[in-house]
């Protein structure tokens, strides 16, 4: 004769509930997924520049830290 199976007490339960999928914040608004536009990475560079109280620096620098914040917001 066979043996009824056992239920084991220490086993987790089956369940049929479906996993909760992640909502997204909206964007921000004026922020897209799309590339970054020149007039976004001008205004930037010129917030850099006011950083430093108008002193001396180098505009191309400004404009690369302007693009890499820009797309760091974006992550």
């Keep these: 004769m066979a043996k009824a ?6 086993a987790p339960a089956t369940s049929t509930a479906q996993p909760v999928s992640r909502i997204q914040a909206a964007p921000a ?3 897209s997924s799309g590339p970054i536009s ?3 990475i001008r205004k930037r560079a ?3 520049y ?3 109280n108008g002193g001396p620096g180098d505009p191309t ?3 690369l830290t ?3 914040e820009l797309l760091a917001e974006r992550r």
């Design 5 to 10: 199976a056992k239920k084991n007490p220490t």
């Design 29 to 31: 608004p004026g922020s």
């Design 38 to 40: 020149a007039d976004q």
């Design 46 to 48: 010129y917030e850099i």
């Design 50 to 52: 006011l950083r430093r």
């Design 61 to 63: 620098a400004d404009w």
């Design 66 to 68: 302007a693009e890499r």
